[in-house]
């Protein structure tokens, strides 16, 4: 009984249908995962140092977490292929209204710097993290630039340039 079981749940996975993930896939990671803890990792910078140890934890978890969603979304914008010019369109007016969300919260954490100064390690992790999310973030623009048209191309690396500068800017910050 136990290895008709194994072998019914094996050939149940095996048989598993495999969703394709396409460019509401993309608008969906931008719309409902990107956007989302932007915001949130933005009001948790803004609540800090007042918000303390927790704070910074939360601050931490939440930049961890965009590395992986950032990196899921790369997936996602590869496995969907090249986008039709109003599926590009879309995606890239979703990555545009968010811009204004990365570059806040990355000017917040910069002016921060010296109080992550208090926190033993405190810059380090950050740092550390910045250098990961910044990472991510460049492989999901490159792989957003490279499934757009052509016309749309410029846009998105404008996009992607921007976000870069304020990243470059809160990594200075703590390089120092």
């Given at each position: 009984?136990?290895?008709?079981?194994k072998?019914?749940?094996l050939?149940?996975?095996?048989?598993?249908?495999i969703?394709?993930?396409?460019?509401?896939?993309?608008?969906?990671?931008?719309?409902?995962?990107?956007?989302?803890?932007w915001?949130?990792?933005?009001?948790?910078i803004?609540g800090?140092?007042a918000?303390g140890?927790q704070?910074?934890?939360n601050?931490?978890?939440y930049?961890q977490?965009?590395?992986?969603i950032?990196?899921d979304?790369?997936a996602?914008i590869?496995?969907a292929?090249?986008?039709?010019?109003a599926?590009?369109?879309t995606?890239?007016?979703?990555?545009?209204?968010l811009?204004?969300?990365?570059?806040?919260a990355l000017s917040a954490i910069g002016?921060q710097a010296?109080?992550?100064?208090d926190l033993q390690g405190?810059?380090a992790v950050i740092?550390?993290d910045l250098?990961?999310?910044n990472s991510?973030f460049?492989g999901?623009?490159?792989?957003?630039?490279a499934?757009?048209?052509a016309?749309l191309v410029?846009?998105?690396m404008?996009?992607?340039?921007?976000?870069a500068?304020?990243?470059?800017s809160?990594?200075?910050?703590?390089s120092?």
């Amino acid at each position: 009984m136990v290895r008709f079981t194994k072998v019914l749940l094996l050939a149940a996975t095996a048989a598993a249908i495999i969703l394709p993930r396409d460019a509401t896939t993309v608008e969906n990671d931008i719309n409902q995962r990107i956007g989302p803890q932007w915001t949130t990792l933005r009001n948790n910078i803004n609540g800090y140092p007042a918000s303390g140890l927790q704070g910074a934890f939360n601050i931490h978890d939440y930049m961890q977490s965009l590395v992986a969603i950032a990196d899921d979304a790369t997936a996602d914008i590869k496995a969907a292929g090249s986008f039709s010019e109003a599926d590009g369109t879309t995606i890239l007016t979703d990555l545009e209204s968010l811009a204004p969300t990365f570059l806040g919260a990355l000017s917040a954490i910069g002016d921060q710097a010296p109080a992550w100064g208090d926190l033993q390690g405190g810059q380090a992790v950050i740092l550390s993290d910045l250098h990961s999310l910044n990472s991510s973030f460049i492989g999901f623009v490159n792989a957003l630039t490279a499934a757009s048209p052509a016309d749309l191309v410029p846009a998105a690396m404008s996009v992607g340039a921007q976000v870069a500068d304020g990243f470059n800017s809160a990594i200075a910050a703590y390089s120092g």
